[in-house]
Every structure is written in structure tokens, then in C-alpha cells.
């Protein structure tokens, strides 16, 4: 396991712990749950800039480039897109749906550790 990956890992569970609390406690989307998706988003893009310079300087992946950058890509739109879906939708589900947010990324996480060291975790 590297560090990012218990990192993200972290912050991914930790963003789907809030997003559940606030489910709970509130009727709109929560400030909270905004943020952690916010967090997981600053994450990505570390992680997208760390991934990039890795290969910039001469070390490649063990699968498919295409794949993985594919994956890093994805990742970076979901919590845009979740946020803009919860703007739009002011109910108490929105931070529900925000909360899948981590645990969606938290697998294509573990996929991209795949990946790029090509060993299963």
C-alpha cells in the first residue's frame, strides 16, 4: 500500500462518515458534506499532479496509461458533478448521494493502485 492510496482512503471514508451524519441531521445538503466533497476533490487532483509528474520523469505504469489516466479522469468529475446534482436538489437526500462520492472513489482508488504497481493490495 502506498501513502497516497491510505490517504485517500482516509479522506474518502471520512467524507462518506460525514455525508451519512448529515443525511441524518439534516434537510438540505450540509455545508459539511460539501466540503468533503471538496476535500476528495483536492485529493484527486494531488493525486492526478503526483501521478503526472511520476510519469513525466520516466516511471510508467504497469497497466494500461490509457486506463489509468481514464480512471483519474473519472474520479475528477464525480465530485463536480455530485455537487452541482446537490445544489440543484435541496433535500436531505443530496447528502446521501454525496456520500457515494467516497466510496466510489475509494474503489477506482484501489483500482488505480492496481494499476499502476500492478499488485493486488
Given at each position: 500500500m ?54 513525466a ?25 455530485v ?20 466510496l ?9 493502485e ?8
Open positions: 502506498t501513502a497516497m492510496f491510505i490517504v485517500g482512503t482516509a479522506i474518502c471514508g471520512l467524507s462518506t462518515l460525514i455525508c451519512w451524519i448529515m443525511t441524518a441531521l439534516r434537510n438540505h445538503p450540509a455545508d459539511s458534506s460539501i466540503i468533503s466533497l471538496a476535500a476528495v476533490e483536492l485529493y484527486l487532483i494531488v493525486y492526478a499532479v503526483y501521478a503526472g509528474i511520476r510519469q520523469t520516466g516511471a510508467t505504469v504497469t497497466g494500461e496509461a490509457w486506463e489509468f489516466w481514464g480512471y483519474i479522469l473519472t474520479a475528477l468529475i464525480l465530485p463536480v458533478g455537487f452541482i446534482w446537490a445544489v440543484i436538489d435541496k433535500t436531505r437526500w443530496s447528502n446521501l448521494v454525496m456520500s457515494f462520492v467516497g466510489v472513489v475509494f474503489v477506482m482508488l484501489y483500482r488505480l492496481e494499476i499502476w504497481w500492478g499488485t493486488t493490495l
